[in-house]
């Protein structure tokens, strides 16, 4: 710490960190365009000017960029200088001779960081009386909207996209003051993280482009903490609403977890919550009925004998209210057994392990990674950005060793050049990431399995390992057991996706070989990790169940077993009821078929792949009929009423009470308002309907409020809504919420994660399988993931649709050359891929795609030419 | 000298007064916007004299709301005991010779009983609301109607004493050669404010006082009980105008017109000087009301008593 | 209590003034052409819907009796979708107008509204659309305005110069 004057005032700051970043952790305003919390300081805007003075006599000084100054002992600074002052207002004007008119339709009004400073620095009028420049924009894709026009030149854009996203086709062009930003030629901007350039972007060049759709401005959004339900990696969002309709998702900080950034699935999918396929009334037989009349159906039938099938994809709620409506022993996970028993195996190595499970956080700070069969870039997006990140943290050392702080972004830059810390990919295919991998292994589950073993018994020899590697292989598994023994923070990835136990178990021997690494897993769906814990039998016994009726809840099945089977399973059964927010084939198959909230229109607990607990609460005001399932399956009326009965029915999940404050929480007696103070057209907005204004909607479930009512003051970091205070009006306002910048929340970070710390002692796991070979006329089918199109709910949304893939085989050139454009695969006609990191033997189809959704993979099957 | 049809007198004085009552409201109105350069009422009827009917139409038909914190009994009974007793008091008022109730020989101190039993309707009132304003509004009542009350009193007895009675018709006739406002100027000025202040009219609307008490005693107060009320009050400017006719003016006694003319004119220029009173004179602060009640009023009507009492006594 | 008879015949002498009051309904009062009555919205000079829905006029509003949708043509041009104001709420404090950044909403002297019902205060869009420029004649946001729509493209708006080409490199 040092002790340093701003404006003839003593504070401590951290002598780590630049000036800028130092005053705003002490909640002060400076403005600032370049700098980013995440992404450090380049001092190209020149707008966070202070004056430094040399000691208590100078009365001069000199005017330095906060953004480029550290934090020195003694040093004496003032924001307030005349000076200063008067150069930051300069800067602004300079900055704004080019900048259109048109505030008014810019989607970037009222949330726009170069709107709230301006008017900090205090510029009002413009003097150049000359011509603006003026761009073309450019198309890039269903997310992003382009406004050249707007932009200041900070140059985040191109930071974020090129140095900290790892994409290469957003670039600046041109010079002096023409430089463009965007595309060579119009184009889908290629990287899986290009959405957060409507937040990193401080006006509105990079826009929304769904939101565009339907806009709305951030003061009229009624907003809530959501989590986000699209991977298993649980980030946090804030859900808006306005007219009863989501408008739009934006990333929730959360320090532990996503930090400043989402994935373009998790921010653009959101759209399914209000397709056309949504299910907006129950239905008998496919005629409509009332919801008590539904509600009483399912009771009746319940009470005459039913299953329950869960989801991964409904909350922790929601699956026990199905158990306890059945019974505990008439329930059944909605997983196939082989996911099950991964998940299971995860649980226990996280659980009982001694190696913890990393959140995102220590995953970005990881100094040497291993992934163990996984594309973690399409599995779970947003961990993949966090990887990019570890990437750097080696060659950091060389920074340090030059003495330049490591937020002075592009020196640090300059002196690592291309170094790249140590990542090692094994995976089926080519993955996002391998641009930045030390070294990449393409093999079989099996043989990536076995790199593994070899690996940790190249760690602890008294750990088992595969005879008969061949050379090379062996070679990477002692470079690899060398970059994780030197590395002060190592971390194992891996994961279900190639549906091999044995890659998890190789994992965990790695990870356990090594002392103080952590385990990151994957995990399918939003809340597989929780249904996991609930320890419930595979879908696959409830083939032998015996009953009048199935419940099923949020599922599927048709994505989670083939259609035959499913058919088979339902047949047995006199009675369907569905619970599900899109009409699906399974859906299609129910006698009563009840609309269940999505997200965004109820609360529910889920559990993230690393095992943290988070709640997300609901956004829309509740319509009727659509309830979330727990409350549709009866028994409850509150959220509270049922945590409390899961948390003492199951003791391993007692922690779910813990992951927000309960309903009866106040803030100084108020509930915390999920509309901000300035939301408008209370009066006006159902006046068509009706000139007596509606009682806001009463919410039993949480602190939160339907209105704008209430305490406008911190809340904990579970039940924040959306950040905002005075003069910052963009999403930037998180720095005033951090009890350190880029750093945890005053609040708190939401969340509780259940393996944070490692378990007891271990024994290695040694069923070590023999080498994959391949077969003649025979492949086996491997998934290949896909961030747009492999998840089910984020398919339904139109921009992330528009990206998904279309059904193929991917074969190895060479398996490939005695087929034609074209191949036959279990009766049906498929484009043939041509993949060359693939291995030979392994054909990869599109994970949950259809028609390959309902396989249960890897396996093996014949693929022949088209007759 | 009762009236020889009691039941005749009761109906014709009932009926004559609450019509007037009533027409005050339209005359209230239309004068205060005469002297502050307005119209007033003008558009129901010929100028605007169905707007009492109107009004009379409306307050009849509003809700009748008792809140349910009030003390639902004496909520009901105050501001019917305004009323009353004000009605009561005009029995013992000679309008004209013959046109009486009933000619009491303690006429005087029955109106001054009655006047004080009115005070409770007010004070009732404030305290069966449950509500601080009202509360507040009664209290102030009962202090300057306490107040007031006393001098009011001791400024008519040097009418009681030149007159050698309580009895109202004597009272009258006593002024047959001259009108005891020539004697008793300061008993009459003394008796003018008492009695502005006993009907609480401006400048002495301190338990009303909408700009601090919303209203005071009535604010709970809806709809014919309301009315009530306002009825009262204006039946009060009627019977102090009426006594002060009767005591300083001759009542009904002058020439060439009828006596009933002549009382009904006395009266009514009264009560235009009531209206124009609230017309020009703002409300004073409650402790100013208090001292010059007690430290001027109250002084002056003990030396207009002795003085009356030593010259009456001097001159036999 | 000399000031008190003093006021008392001053007070009388109005007697004899002349009346202030406008017989309304039979006559009627001059009302400036500032005058905050009836909200309107405005077209531009070449007819086109002057509200660009920037939302400004329902963020300003106090009693929040103003709510709008945004939406844009083919050609990028944005309009409200629907328009609605609540006049049973409206106080007429012409915040709006003076909010709003394209003079497309704006207060004229009309204050003859009254209703029986109340639904019928609730003004939509093609109830507040004039055909007109109101107040401010002459004034076209889009001239201005750096963004491209239909008749007007990049670099044609006033005070812009044509859009550069990015591609090239010379100083």
């Known amino acids: 710490m040092a002790t340093v004057h701003v404006d003839n005032q003593r504070y401590e700051m951290d002598d780590k960190q630049n000036l800028l970043q130092a005053c705003l952790q002490l909640k002060m305003d400076l403005p600032y365009f370049c700098w980013h919390p995440a992404m450090g300081s380049v001092g190209a805007c020149r707008q966070c000017a202070v004056k430094q003075f040399k000691d208590e006599s100078d009365q001069h000084g000199k005017i330095v960029m906060a953004c480029m100054t550290p934090v020195t002992e003694g040093a004496r600074i003032s924001i307030q200088d005349a000076e200063a002052v008067e150069f930051r207002a300069a800067v602004i004007e300079g900055l704004m001779i080019n900048h259109p008119h048109d505030c008014p339709v810019c989607d970037e009004g009222g949330e726009c960081h170069l709107q709230d400073m301006t008017v900090m620095t205090g510029h009002n009028y413009r003097r150049y009386a000359f011509e603006k420049r003026t761009f073309r924009n450019q198309n890039l894709g269903p997310f992003l909207n382009h406004e050249m026009n707007r932009c200041i030149q900070c140059y985040r854009c191109v930071r974020f996209y090129r140095e900290y996203a790892g994409g290469n086709d957003l670039n600046a062009f041109a010079l002096r003051n023409i430089v463009f930003f965007g595309r060579d030629k119009d184009g889908v901007l290629e990287n899986e993280f290009a959405g957060n350039l409507v937040e990193v972007c401080p006006t509105g060049v990079f826009t929304d482009k769904t939101l565009k759709q339907h806009y709305t401005r951030k003061w009229d959004l009624q907003m809530a903490p959501s989590v986000c339900v699209h991977c298993a990696v649980g980030c946090n969002i804030t859900a808006a609403e306005r007219y009863g309709m989501l408008r739009r998702l934006v990333n929730r900080y959360n320090g532990e977890v996503n930090g400043y950034f989402l994935c373009d699935r998790g921010r653009f999918g959101y759209e399914f919550v209000n397709s056309q396929r949504r299910i907006r009334k129950p239905l008998r037989h496919g005629q409509p009925v009332g919801l008590e009349d539904a509600r009483a159906g399912l009771r009746k039938l319940a009470a005459g004998g039913a299953i329950g099938i869960g989801s991964p994809r409904a909350s922790l709620e929601s699956n026990f209210a199905l158990r306890s409506l059945v019974g505990a022993d008439y329930f059944f996970a909605g997983i196939p057994g082989r996911e099950a028993a991964l998940l299971k195996l995860m649980l226990e190595i996280l659980g009982n392990g001694p190696a913890p499970a990393a959140s995102l956080r220590e995953i970005e700070h990881s100094d040497a990674v291993l992934v163990l069969g996984e594309d973690v870039t399409n599995v779970a997006p947003r961990m993949a950005l966090s990887l990019r990140q570890a990437v750097r943290q080696q060659p950091m050392e060389i920074a340090e060793r030059l003495r330049i702080p490591l937020w002075m972004d592009h020196a640090v830059r300059e002196a690592v050049q291309d170094e790249k810390g140590p990542l090692f990919i094994a995976a089926a295919s080519a993955t996002r990431l391998d641009d930045v991998a030390a070294a990449t292994f393409r093999g079989a589950p099996d043989d990536i399995a076995r790199l593994g073993f070899a690996v940790a018994q190249a760690l602890d020899p008294a750990a088992p390992g595969p005879e008969d590697l061949p050379g090379q292989t062996r070679e990477l598994a002692a470079r690899i057991a060398a970059a994780l023994k030197g590395a002060k923070r190592p971390l194992i990835v891996s994961g279900p996706s190639l549906g091999s136990a044995a890659i998890i178990q190789a994992a965990a021997n790695v990870a356990w070989a090594l002392a103080g690494a952590h385990l990151a897993f994957t995990a399918a769906e939003a809340n597989s990790m929780g249904l996991a814990m609930m320890e419930a039998p595979a879908l696959d016994a409830a083939q032998a169940a015996t009953a009048e009726t199935a419940i099923i809840v949020e599922n599927d099945l048709y994505r989670r077993l083939p259609a035959a089977e499913v058919d088979q399973l339902l047949a047995r059964f006199g009675h369907v009821v569905v619970l599900d927010h899109l009409e699906n084939a399974t859906t299609a198959k129910a006698e009563l078929l009840i609309p269940a909230a999505t997200f965004a229109e109820g609360e529910g607990t889920l559990m993230s792949s690393e095992g943290r607990l988070q709640r997300f609460f609901a956004a829309l005001s509740p319509t009727e009929p659509v309830e979330p399932s727990w409350r549709l399956l009866g028994g409850w009326n509150t959220l509270d009423e049922i945590i409390r009965a899961l948390a003492e029915a199951m003791p391993q999940l007692a922690a779910v009470r813990e992951a927000a404050p309960a309903a009866s929480f106040r803030m100084e007696a108020a509930k915390i308002p999920r509309q901000p103070h300035r939301y408008s057209g209370r009066t006006s907005m159902l006046a068509n309907i009706s000139v007596h204004e509606p009682k806001p909607p009463q919410d039993a479930d949480s602190p939160l409020s339907f209105s704008m009512e209430g305490n406008p003051k911190q809340p904990p970091g579970a039940l924040q809504p959306f950040f905002w205070t005075p003069g910052w009006n963009s999403y930037q306002a998180v720095n005033k919420f951090q009890e350190e910048i880029a750093g945890r929340l005053e609040a708190g970070d939401p969340g509780v994660p259940m393996f944070a710390s490692g378990g007891g002692g271990h024994a290695f796991f040694n069923a070590i399988p023999a080498a994959f070979e391949a077969r003649a006329g025979e492949w086996l089918l491997a998934p290949l993931f896909h961030i747009y199109g492999s998840e089910e709910l984020s398919r339904e949304a139109p921009a992330v649709a528009e990206l998904g893939p279309q059904p193929y085989v991917a074969l190895n050139p060479e398996d490939a050359a005695q087929f034609g454009d074209e191949v036959e695969l279990m009766g049906q006609r498929f484009r043939v891929s041509r993949i060359a990191e693939l291995p030979r033997g392994v054909a990869g189809i599109p994970a949950g795609v259809p028609p390959f959704a309902g396989l249960e993979l890897p396996a093996w099957s014949k693929i022949q030419p088209i007759q | ?316 | ?171």
């Open chain 2, 1 to 316: 000298m009762t009236s020889p049809y009691p039941i005749l007198a009761i109906l014709g004085i009932l009926v004559v007064v609450m019509t007037l009552a009533a027409g005050l409201i339209w005359l209230e109105r239309r004068l205060l916007a005469l002297w502050q350069d307005r119209y007033g009422p003008n558009r129901v009827g010929p100028f605007g004299l169905l707007q009492v009917l109107a009004d009379m139409i409306k307050i009849f038909f509003k809700e009748d709301w008792i809140p349910p914190f009030a003390d639902k009994v004496v909520f009901v009974i105050a501001p019917a005991i305004i009323v009353g007793t004000v009605l009561m008091s005009f029995a013992v008022l000679p309008i004209a010779p013959g046109i009486i109730v009933s000619d009491l020989n303690i006429g005087l101190l029955f109106i001054l009983g009655m006047s004080s039993i009115g005070v409770y309707s007010v004070v009732l009132a404030g305290w069966a609301s449950d509500n601080k304003y009202s509360l507040l509004g009664g209290l102030r009542a009962a202090a300057q109607m306490l107040s007031y009350e006393v001098f009011m009193g001791l400024a008519l007895m040097g009418v009681v004493l030149l007159a050698g009675s309580f009895q109202l018709s004597e009272i009258v006739s006593a002024q047959r050669r001259v009108w005891f406002v020539v004697p008793q100027f300061a008993g009459f000025i003394l008796f003018l404010i008492a009695g502005v202040a006993e009907t609480r009219r401006l400048p002495f609307d301190l338990p009303e006082a909408e700009s601090e008490l919303i209203a005071g005693f009535h604010s709970e107060y809806s709809g014919m009980k309301f009315g009530l009320f306002f009825v009262g009050e204006y039946l009060g400017v009627i019977l102090i105008s009426s006594l002060i006719t009767i005591l300083f003016f001759g009542g009904w006694m002058g020439p060439v017109l009828p006596p009933i003319i002549w009382f009904v004119l006395k009266m009514m220029f009264f009560i235009c000087f009531f209206i124009l009173l609230r017309a020009a004179l703002p409300r004073p602060r409650f402790d100013q009301l208090m001292s010059w009640g007690w430290k001027v009023m109250l002084p002056l009507a003990l030396a207009n008593l002795l003085i009356t009492g030593a010259v009456a006594l001097a001159w036999g």
């Open chain 3, 1 to 171: 209590m000399l000031s008190t008879i003093r006021t008392l015949w001053y007070v009388f002498l109005h007697m004899f003034h002349k009346r202030v009051t406008i017989q309304y309904p039979d006559e009627k009062a001059y009302l400036a052409p500032r005058y905050r009555g009836r909200i309107i919205l405005s077209r531009d000079p070449d007819g086109g819907e002057r509200c660009v829905a920037c939302h400004l006029c329902a963020e300003a509003c106090p009693v929040d009796c103003i709510a709008l949708q945004a939406t844009e043509d083919e050609n990028g041009r944005r309009y409200p979708e629907f328009f609605r104001i609540n006049f049973s709420r409206c106080i007429f404090c012409g915040f709006c107008e003076e909010a709003c950044p394209t003079y497309a909403i704006q207060l004229t002297p009309d204050t003859e509204m009254g209703e029986y019902k109340r639904p019928n205060l609730v003004y939509e869009k093609d109830d507040l659309l004039i055909n007109g420029e109101g107040k401010y004649p002459g004034y076209n946001f889009w001239r201005v305005s750096g963004v491209k729509i239909g008749g007007k493209d990049k670099g044609e708006a006033e005070n812009e110069g044509p859009p550069v080409d990015v591609h090239r490199l010379l100083p």
